[in-house]
């Protein structure tokens, strides 16, 4: 044998099962022992086995309890019975609690031996034609209980294609009754899309080996089941495999087809998963592709700022010049703020639940999806004094851009969205109708003016893969995705549409008492300073203008257009340069190994990372390790010269 079956003797006599070890492992098996029942479950709680031996007369639990349990955890389990008894009837009762075969003490070893052969080639004819072996292994008893009971749909059709049996899953998933199915055609499960593969998989004439293939279709819910149940989604996933039945050998000549016997397993949750992969995938390279442009974005601000902020030394508020550069700056400012939202968009931070003004979160993303979708207007209506309410802000942000969206999709041709914010307090009773308890609560409502839904599809709206979109258009999972969001924000979303006239979704979440703390950046001006400052970065433009600046405000300055470059400067020029300013992101060598071999020379080497991304991830990780500060791009001359001159005033004396 290529692998060593698996068995396991239990019996209160240890001479016994210590003979019978070695006689097995001598022929190849591989042999666990128990002289208890107790002690068999716990070995078969981590263990399974191809072939049982229990011996019925044992103290504690005997053979057929032992055999029970067995059986509960492993329907398909392979037991041989043995006792010194000397009667008919515990060989019986064996037989019919599902036991393979019953051996009497004493008995040779080569009826031992002959019996576990013959064991396990019927394990092996049972896993190869498990469609057949069912009804010539199993007791009627058996066969009714593995039957009814499996999670799976198992059917048999007629020759005509009309069900003659069912078992007890097609009530309990489909909702269908024995009474309802009988006699029908399985067409009437199915959705016309379905039909023509179904002809070839589900009243199946195939056998063999190419019964083991497959195929993924939906099978239509009972509308009784579905009205008693009205979240319910109207279908499920099924793969289903089928073989036919004959009247003799199907090696045979002249066979009759007799129908077919099938086996359909509920996929939906596996389906769901797998759309939720996909779906996770591609926000994974949306967010990879929205940090890069980003990321390319600062530094293309940053030529900009800087020159800007170069340009602005010297002059005075009255000088036409002062208000464009100003006004570039301006510019330049509402840029690095697009990129700040693709990089938070980008970014996979943890689950951060804080008191925050929804209204702030509202104003932005007014703005932001008002730019991306000109021909659509926002209009927003906010109330004064909100209440704050404890939110993770980018899964909420998230739930109100997929509403936009939503809005957007069903305004082909233009239209208006209006968001409003209101406080509001909920009566109990009107509480308890969305699933919450009566308290204080912030609403946001989105309102479009696009097409509307009927009740139908109002009813499906939050489904997982529901959808009114074409074939490649959407998941389905955008909705679905927002009303489990605000579920576990403790809220509630509700919908209300009109077919022509548009749709309205609004969101309540819990207020907090908790106030909102802001971060504050106080004005600064830019300060002069002295010492030699080493640029490490790959882009030209940034060294040229980040030179210029720190130029202007009295520092030396070198450059370096990689790791490598900056290594051999700084080696050279240790105890004359003050403050590395470090890009964290290069070709070859990275901001972060670049680093690594510039503390390795010097220690107490002053650095101050720069990125077009934002703190968060590599960047944090760098800090950790020492970096003295952090500078995303664009940053300007008073931000960029402030930031030098507090890491120079902190470092050691040389």
Same mark, same amino acid.
């Given at each position: 044998?290529?692998?060593?079956?698996?068995?396991?003797?239990?019996?209160?006599?240890?001479?016994?099962?210590?003979? =019978?070890?070695?006689?097995?492992?001598?022929?190849?098996?591989?042999?666990?022992?128990?002289?208890?029942?107790?002690?068999? $479950?716990?070995?078969?709680? &981590?263990?399974?086995?191809?072939?049982?031996?229990?011996?019925?007369?044992?103290?504690?639990?005997?053979?057929?309890?032992?055999?029970?349990?067995?059986?509960?955890?492993?329907?398909?389990?392979?037991?041989?019975? *043995?006792?010194?008894?000397?009667?008919?009837?515990?060989?019986?009762? #064996?037989?019919?609690?599902?036991?393979?075969?019953?051996?009497?003490?004493?008995?040779?070893?080569?009826?031992?031996?002959?019996?576990?052969?013959?064991?396990?080639?019927?394990?092996?004819?049972?896993?190869?034609? @498990?469609?057949?072996?069912?009804?010539?292994?199993?007791?009627?008893?058996?066969?009714?209980?593995?039957?009814?009971?499996?999670?799976?749909?198992?059917?048999?059709?007629?020759?005509?294609?009309?069900?003659?049996? +069912?078992?007890?899953?097609?009530?309990?998933?489909?909702?269908?009754?024995?009474?309802?199915?009988?006699?029908?055609?399985?067409?009437?499960?199915?959705? %016309?899309?379905?039909? +023509?593969? #179904?002809?070839?998989?589900?009243?199946?004439? @195939?056998?063999?080996?190419?019964?083991?293939?497959?195929?993924?279709?939906?099978?239509?819910?009972?509308? !009784?089941?579905?009205?008693?149940?009205?979240?319910?989604?109207?279908?499920?996933?099924?793969?289903?495999?089928?073989?036919?039945?004959?009247?003799?050998?199907?090696?045979?000549?002249?066979?009759?087809?007799?129908?077919?016997?099938?086996?359909?397993?509920?996929?939906?949750? @596996?389906?769901?998963?797998?759309?939720?992969? +996909?779906?996770? =995938?591609?926000?994974?390279?949306?967010?990879?592709?929205?940090?890069?442009?980003?990321?390319?974005?600062?530094?293309?601000? *940053?030529?900009?700022?800087?020159?800007?902020?170069?340009?602005?030394?010297?002059?005075?508020?009255?000088?036409?010049?002062? $208000?464009?550069?100003?006004?570039?700056?301006?510019?330049?400012?509402?840029?690095?703020?697009?990129?700040? =939202?693709?990089?938070?968009?980008?970014?996979?931070?943890?689950?951060?639940?804080?008191?925050?003004?929804?209204?702030?979160?509202?104003?932005?993303? +007014?703005?932001?999806?008002?730019?991306?979708?000109?021909?659509?207007?926002?209009?927003?209506?906010?109330?004064?004094?909100?209440?704050?309410?404890?939110?993770?802000?980018? %899964?909420?942000?998230?739930?109100?851009?997929?509403?936009?969206?939503?809005?957007?999709?069903?305004?082909?041709?233009?239209?208006?969205?209006?968001?409003?914010?209101?406080? &509001?307090?909920?009566?109990?009773?009107?509480?308890?109708?969305?699933?919450?308890?009566?308290?204080?609560? &912030?609403?946001?409502?989105?309102?479009?003016?696009?097409?509307?839904?009927?009740?139908?599809?109002?009813?499906?709206?939050?489904?997982?893969?529901?959808?009114?979109?074409?074939?490649?258009?959407?998941?389905?999972?955008?909705?679905?995705?927002?009303?489990?969001?605000?579920? /576990?924000?403790?809220?509630?979303?509700?919908?209300?549409?009109?077919?022509?006239?548009?749709? !309205?979704?609004?969101?309540?979440?819990?207020?907090?008492?908790?106030?909102? &703390?802001?971060?504050?950046?106080?004005? /600064?001006?830019?300060?002069?300073? @002295?010492?030699?400052?080493?640029?490490?970065?790959?882009?030209?433009?940034?060294?040229?203008?980040?030179?210029?600046?720190?130029?202007?405000?009295?520092?030396?300055? *070198? !450059?370096?257009?990689?790791?490598?470059?900056?290594?051999?400067?700084?080696?050279?020029?240790?105890?004359?340069?003050?403050?590395?300013?470090?890009?964290?992101? *290069?070709?070859?060598?990275?901001?972060?190994?670049?680093?690594?071999?510039?503390?390795?020379?010097?220690?107490?080497?002053?650095?101050?990372?720069?990125?077009?991304?934002?703190?968060?991830?590599?960047?944090?990780?760098?800090?950790?390790?020492?970096?003295?500060?952090?500078?995303?791009?664009?940053?300007?001359?008073?931000?960029?010269?402030?930031? $030098?001159?507090?890491?120079?005033?902190?470092?050691?004396?040389?």
């Amino acid at each position: 044998m290529t692998m060593a079956s698996k068995i396991i003797i239990v019996d209160d006599e240890e001479r016994f099962l210590e003979s =019978q070890k070695i006689l097995l492992e001598l022929d190849g098996f591989s042999v666990d022992l128990a002289s208890s029942g107790l002690d068999a $479950i716990a070995m078969f709680e &981590v263990r399974r086995y191809d072939l049982y031996i229990f011996d019925i007369n044992m103290p504690e639990m005997n053979g057929f309890q032992l055999m029970k349990e067995v059986l509960g955890a492993d329907p398909e389990a392979l037991i041989i019975m *043995m006792t010194g008894d000397v009667s008919v009837d515990s060989a019986v009762h #064996s037989m019919k609690m599902g036991a393979y075969d019953y051996l009497k003490k004493p008995f040779e070893y080569e009826d031992l031996l002959k019996t576990i052969k013959n064991a396990l080639e019927k394990r092996k004819l049972i896993i190869e034609n @498990r469609a057949y072996s069912y009804r010539l292994q199993l007791t009627e008893k058996f066969y009714q209980s593995m039957v009814h009971h499996s999670p799976d749909l198992i059917y048999v059709l007629g020759p005509g294609g009309r069900f003659t049996f +069912i078992n007890k899953a097609f009530e309990r998933i489909l909702g269908y009754r024995r009474e309802e199915l009988i006699g029908k055609s399985y067409k009437m499960l199915l959705f %016309q899309e379905d039909f +023509i593969k #179904s002809e070839f998989y589900f009243n199946e004439r @195939r056998t063999g080996e190419r019964v083991s293939s497959s195929v993924e279709m939906k099978l239509r819910r009972s509308e !009784t089941f579905l009205g008693g149940h009205p979240t319910e989604v109207s279908y499920i996933f099924i793969e289903l495999k089928a073989t036919g039945v004959y009247d003799r050998a199907i090696t045979e000549k002249g066979k009759k087809f007799l129908g077919t016997y099938g086996v359909a397993r509920d996929m939906t949750y @596996r389906k769901q998963l797998e759309y939720q992969l +996909i779906h996770a =995938q591609k926000m994974d390279a949306i967010g990879t592709l929205a940090g890069g442009i980003a990321h390319d974005f600062n530094n293309i601000l *940053m030529g900009i700022q800087g020159y800007s902020s170069l340009l602005l030394i010297g002059l005075k508020p009255d000088d036409p010049r002062y $208000i464009k550069l100003v006004s570039i700056d301006q510019y330049v400012r509402s840029g690095a703020e697009l990129t700040r =939202q693709l990089l938070d968009f980008a970014s996979d931070t943890n689950y951060n639940v804080r008191p925050a003004n929804l209204n702030t979160m509202l104003k932005k993303s +007014i703005s932001m999806f008002g730019r991306a979708k000109k021909e659509i207007r926002i209009h927003g209506n906010l109330q004064k004094g909100l209440w704050a309410a404890e939110v993770d802000e980018g %899964q909420i942000s998230q739930v109100i851009l997929n509403l936009y969206v939503n809005a957007w999709q069903a305004m082909p041709n233009g239209g208006e969205v209006h968001v409003t914010s209101e406080n &509001v307090s909920l009566m109990r009773i009107e509480a308890e109708e969305m699933g919450l308890g009566g308290g204080n609560y &912030v609403r946001i409502t989105v309102r479009d003016t696009g097409i509307g839904m009927d009740e139908a599809t109002m009813r499906r709206i939050f489904e997982p893969f529901f959808t009114t979109k074409k074939k490649m258009s959407g998941t389905g999972l955008g909705l679905s995705s927002a009303y489990g969001i605000i579920k /576990s924000h403790s809220g509630a979303i509700t919908v209300s549409s009109i077919l022509g006239k548009g749709s !309205t979704f609004s969101l309540y979440l819990p207020s907090t008492e908790k106030r909102v &703390v802001y971060e504050i950046k106080p004005p /600064s001006l830019p300060v002069s300073g @002295r010492g030699t400052v080493l640029i490490i970065d790959d882009e030209e433009n940034i060294i040229n203008v980040t030179r210029e600046m720190l130029e202007s405000v009295g520092y030396t300055v *070198m !450059t370096a257009k990689n790791g490598n470059e900056a290594i051999d400067l700084f080696r050279k020029n240790s105890s004359l340069i003050d403050v590395l300013l470090l890009d964290m992101i *290069m070709p070859g060598m990275s901001g972060s190994e670049t680093m690594k071999h510039i503390r390795n020379i010097n220690p107490d080497a002053r650095i101050l990372l720069s990125s077009g991304y934002g703190r968060e991830g590599i960047a944090e990780d760098i800090l950790s390790r020492g970096c003295d500060g952090f500078i995303q791009k664009p940053y300007d001359l008073e931000r960029l010269s402030n930031m $030098i001159m507090s890491i120079c005033e902190n470092r050691p004396e040389k």
